[in-house]
């Protein structure tokens, strides 16, 4: 799998000088039913073993020839810290680093059948015609966990817990694509991410200093985000010149 994603990697870096791509931000708000103390899972605000953050993706933009149908396929790495209360204080912090590959495929259900001349919207009053977009997003993500701990709270052989997995996910939004200018658009969107079920095999190690804020190792995970993508068309004016 790291094979493929190295793959993609290279073939995403390589072209991106010969047509459109982009670097989008987010922030994401996690949520993991089953990664909190086992005494807060039925509180209303329980603690969170994973917490909320930022990411950065690069992907490569294509697009079906006769129909609005957009891909792009995307990078992204993703980091994630909690710092624990006085609830837990054998531990210094728990931090994740989500590293992804998503196939974004976006739906222009006002402009199925136009002919865009995407990024620019040059004419008039087209812009949530031309712009507006729903997107699915499968994915699968490299998943890298760490527990850090306090010694002077808890003393004892070691004092870093770390894991890794894999998990796939499937995501769903919608965004608005909004021409600056020939070579750049600014696309600003709202997401809602679903892993079916993603691995923190540490927690069980981390049980040995405090078994009662365990509750499984196994959770499912929501990930609410809002952000904006910056696109770039290298090959917009190349393409103008041979017209």
Known sequence: MKQTILLVAFF??????FAQFGVTGRYHFNKAPDWVPIGEKDTSDPYKFLGNGWSVGLDY???LKNYRIEFLPELNVAQFKSEPNSKI???ESFSNQFYSFFLNTNFYLFDFLGDCNCPTFSKQGQLLKKGFFLQISPGITYLQNKVTINQEAAPFNGDLYESSDWAVSIGAGAG????LSDFVTITPMVSL??????????????SNIREESLHVEESAIWQLSAGARLGF????KSKGRRR
């Open 89 to 91: 204080p054998a531990v």
């Open 233 to 236: 068309r290298l090959d917009y």
């Open 193 to 206: 991410r679903y892993f079916p079920a993603a691995k923190w095999d540490q927690l069980h190690s981390y």
């Open 12 to 17: 995403l870096i390589t072209n991106l000088a």
């Open 61 to 63: 933009w294509m697009r």
């Open 176 to 179: 608005l694509d909004i021409g």
